[in-house]
């Protein structure tokens, strides 16, 4: 029964979030991401309620997908675009770090890591069909197609966050979502800024 209910939620929270809860706003110039410290892992009980549990759930694996993409890239040419090789650094840093937030979140929550969108195509989740073909693109391509799962990554992640902060219930998760929100309005304006980077509407 619990299964079926996270399962409930983390599906409405996903497209009711999806279909316009907090629709990023465009973000101030920024030269490049800044990564807040790492948050310490509770040492008391922290009560989750379903979009608690669904916001967690849903964002480990949309930052495991994220990682692999960024891992990916580091086995194509590294001079075939330094600035976004240097973005890809500073979001690996900033997502490693909030895996092991909402890691201990879930531990804190004494909640069970369930990956319940696996095989599931949700919104800015990098799949590995995508990273399928991206390993297949022309070099040439990659840095224009890596960019644009990346930002539909860190803008869907954005979505997630204001519908958390609006319908979660856990002070501490809430916390978590406005910090990563910040960090992913910081990385949406990098990305957008960085040198001969495509625009928002090339990549639609």
Known sequence: ??????TVVATALAVGLTNGWGRPEP???????TTPPAAAVPTVPVVLNGTDDAFIQLLIPMNEGALALIDQLDTRPADADPSLRVLLGELRTAHQAELRDLRGLLAAGDVPELNI???HQMPGMVTEASLAELRAAPDVEVPSRAAALIRAHLAQTVVLC???????GSPEVKALAGRIQQVRTAELSALDNRLGAPTATSQR
């Open 162 to 168: 204001r519908g958390e902060q609006d319908s979660g």
């Open 117 to 119: 969108h696996e095989g």
């Open 27 to 33: 973000a101030p110039v920024a030269s490049s991401a």
């Open 1 to 6: 029964m619990v299964g079926v209910v996270v």
